[in-house]
Structures are given as structure tokens and as C-alpha cells.
């Protein structure tokens, strides 16, 4: 079945780096478009940055400068590098996939499981 799996969260002070993975199996990845998305306990999920499948990137501003958003379609896998670091990006972080066939007839649409990002000050 399709899966997502995101990796690459920990616990890491402020002003360090973390580099996120999300691998896909079961799809066409080259077509989709990635998101990252974060939440945290009370919260909407809220899109962090994408990436399309032409490699177009686009990002919050609470992360633009901060984070890079890649691909890697041989791969099948998207990264999301993430520094520096601070305490206000700790949440769990959410791999997207999405494709849209030309006429919109179709929307296929799968999530991970979250990976958690923990930020100490």
C-alpha cells in the first residue's frame, strides 16, 4: 500500500540543525507535490513549506530563510532541512504527497505519521 514514512526529528538545542526525510514507497513520487506540515498540542496543522513536482518551492513565513525544502525523485524521497532551529519550530512534522491529474478529476493524497521535532532553549 502507499506509505510515507518521515524520519530525521529529534531533540536539538536552539540554533542547530535537523534534516527531515520522507521516503514513499507505492507511488509515482516524481509527479507529486510535497508538503511539510507541523502541529503542535492545541493547534491546526499548518504548512511549513512545499515543493513541486518541477521543483518549485515555496515556504511560511515563519521559516522562509530558515528552512530548504528538496527532492531527491530517484530517491523517492523529500528532505527538509531545517536551520537554525528555534524553540517555536518543536512539533510533530508531517510528510504530504499530492497529486492532481490535469483535468482535477482525481486527487490522490497521503500523509505520514509525523516525526517529532523538539527544540530546547
Known amino acids: 500500500q502507499v506509505q510515507l514514512v518521515e524520519s530525521g526529528g529529534g531533540l536539538v538545542q536552539a540554533g542547530g540543525s535537523l534534516r527531515l526525510s520522507c521516503t514513499a514507497s507505492?507511488?509515482?513520487?516524481?509527479?507529486?507535490?510535497i508538503g511539510w506540515y507541523r502541529q503542535t498540542p492545541g493547534k491546526q496543522r499548518e504548512l511549513v513549506a512545499t515543493?513541486?513536482?518541477?521543483?518549485?518551492?515555496n515556504y511560511s513565513d515563519s521559516v522562509k530563510g530558515r528552512f530548504t525544502i528538496s527532492r531527491a525523485n530517484a530517491e523517492n524521497t523529500a528532505y527538509l532541512q531545517m536551520n537554525p532551529l528555534k524553540s517555536e519550530d518543536t512539533a510533530v512534522y508531517y510528510c504530504n504527497a499530492e497529486y492532481r491529474d490535469p483535468y482535477n478529476t482525481y486527487t490522490y493524497n497521503y500523509w505520514g505519521q509525523g516525526t517529532q521535532v523538539t527544540v530546547s532553549s
Open positions: 507505492e507511488i509515482a513520487f516524481s509527479i507529486y507535490d
Open positions: 515543493i513541486t513536482s518541477n521543483s518549485k518551492t
